[in-house]
Structure formats: C-alpha cells, structure tokens
Nanobody, 124 residues
Framework: QVQLVESGGGVVQAGDSLRLSCVAS????????MAWFRQDSGKEREFVGA????????YLGDSVKARFTISRNNVKNTLYLHMNNLKPEDTATYFC?????????????????WGQGAQVTVSS
C-alpha cells in the first residue's frame, strides 16, 4: 500500500492562495481514489474533495467548491489541493487520504490510508 506525506501548509492572509501537495510512496498510486479532508480543533473531520484514479472526475464539498480545485499527477505520484480566496474559516489541519476499493466518496470511513496532515492558518 502507499504512504502519504502532505506539504505546503502555512500561515496566509485572507484572500491569499495556497497549494497543498500529497506525495505517495509506492508504485500503485494510480490505483487509489484520493481525497482531502480537514479538521479544526474541536471539530469533526470534514470532507474537502476527492478525485478519481484517472483524474477525470473530481468532487468538492459545498463550502469550498467555488474556491478550491483538486488535481493529481500519476507520474509524480502526487495529489494537489489548490486553494484560492482563502478565508479564516478554512483554518485547519488538512489530510490527504487514499482508497482502492468501491466505497462512497464523502465519508471518512471510506478511506483506509491517511497522511499526517498539514496545517493551514488563514488570518483575517
């Protein structure tokens, strides 16, 4: 199975853009549906978005769909989250996750492999 490592987090101002990356080890990255979740302290882990194995279809949560996009590069074994017009409410730890079995897209329980998370802090 793959192992996942996120990077690209940081402290930004409201309205700024940021790109998170998630690098997967192993040769089977292309077999996994990938997703991003986020969790702020004291809150439930929230679905941000997902992308199919071939990158042809993406799904985004309602709170981010007008501002975030997801992409992947199966040659580089890397998943991306492009975040535009960031808001203070986007502040959270962002996790990438992987799933290689048929399962619903949104529930966190559909994903069996997780990265360690990357902190994003948006100041007003």
């Amino acid at each position: 199975q793959v192992q996942l490592v996120e990077s690209g987090g940081g402290v930004v101002q409201a309205g700024d853009s940021l790109r998170l990356s998630c690098v997967a080890s192993g040769r089977t990255f292309k077999n996994y549906r990938m997703a991003w979740f986020r969790q702020d302290s004291g809150k439930e882990r929230e679905f941000v978005g997902a992308i199919t194995q071939d990158g042809q279809a993406t799904y985004l949560g309602d709170s981010v769909k007008a501002r975030f996009t997801i992409s992947r590069n199966n040659v580089k074994n890397t998943l991306y989250l492009h975040m535009n017009n960031l808001k203070p409410e986007d502040t959270a730890t962002y996790f990438c996750a992987a799933n290689d079995r048929p399962a619903p897209v949104v529930p966190r329980t559909s994903y069996s492999i997780w990265g360690q998370g990357a902190q994003v802090t948006v100041s007003s």
